[in-house]
């Protein structure tokens, strides 16, 4: 009370009073508990760490996660705004947005066959437009807004496959590999602008190609195009591509099937 003493309260012998709490708590912390493996993150590669150790007779494993759902990055937002929800694998009226990783590559890897083997893959391996070569074939889109309306539309920019091939096989990997001493430590980000500044490229359809490619660099490899060193990184070389699965497919999405998982 104002103008009262403080209540000062002296624990009892062996009683817990957590002082770091927001209130002084006497309840004593959980006991003690060991485990065989500890696993940070149940993300894609906590999970097959905590498969394999499982499959290997390690039964004793706890996996941490500080977000509230399984998947990591993977993570699928469904219509209903749920997030990563194994009751939406198979539902076919469920068309999820993922907003980590959607391609899993078709190249024989270990999670394909696993993903494929559980039946997770059905509905991408039904059409055979669901499973495409990246940088292979695309297709431009200008978007305009209609100045008295202000309703936006998107017209489809003819030649695309010639866009690829002038810009990015023809030109900037050609420019890599002419001057490929001179950029030794340079990034993707920064070679590329040098590359436009070299070629003097001044079209604006062919400028926004190049800034669509760099977002394309970032969500492969989910980092900075200024972070991915050109001599470590190969992106997209002319025959190097390599097939991959769209799984933002109605029933799908690679959060819904983690968490499933």
């Known amino acids: 009370e104002a103008g009262g003493e403080a ?12 002082y770091g709490a927001p ?12 485990y065989d493996a500890v696993i940070v993150g149940a993300g894609w590669a906590g999970i ?6 499982l499959s290997g007779g390690v039964e004793n494993v706890i996996i941490l996660e500080a977000a509230d759902h399984v998947g990591g990055r993977a993570r ?11 009751s939406k694998v198979g539902d076919a009226s469920n068309v999820p947005y993922d907003l980590g990783c959607e391609w899993l590559y078709d190249n024989g890897n270990a999670m394909e ?24 074939r695309g297709a431009f889109y200008r978007q305009t807004r209609d100045e008295d ?8 920019i003819e030649d695309s496959d010639e866009w ?23 990034s993707y980000a920064d070679a590329i602008d040098q590359y436009i500044e070299a070629d003097r490229w001044t079209d604006d359809e062919y400028l926004q190609f190049f800034n669509l490619v760099e977002d394309v660099i970032e969500t492969e490899y989910t980092a900075d195009a200024g ?26 999405g690679f959060g819904n099937i983690a968490a499933d998982y």
Do not use: C
């Not at 699928?76 to 194994?86: E, K």
């Not at 309306?149 to 489809?156: D, H, K, N, V, W």
């Not at 690829?164 to 340079?186: A, P, S, V, Y």
């Open 23 to 34: 209130f002084a708590t006497t309840e004593a912390p959980p006991a003690r508990q060991n």
């Open 76 to 86: 699928s937002v469904n219509l209903d705004g749920s997030i990563n929800d194994p």
């Open 164 to 186: 690829i091939e002038e810009t990015w096989h023809k030109g900037f990997l050609q420019f890599r590999e002419e001057q490929w001493d001179n950029l030794e430590g340079w």
């Open 227 to 252: 972070d991915l060193d050109l001599h470590e990184v190969e992106f997209f070389p002319r025959g190097y591509t390599v097939r991959s699965h769209y799984a933002s497919l109605p029933g799908m």
């Open 149 to 156: 309306t202000g309703e936006l539309s998107a017209e489809r």
């Open 48 to 53: 097959r760490a905590a498969e394999t150790l």
């Open 113 to 136: 066959a696993r993903l494929v083997e559980r039946g997770y893959m059905d509905s991408a391996l039904a059409n055979d437009r669901y499973t495409a070569v990246p940088m292979q």
């Open 7 to 18: 209540d000062a309260t002296t624990p009892a012998d062996g009683e817990y009073v957590d």
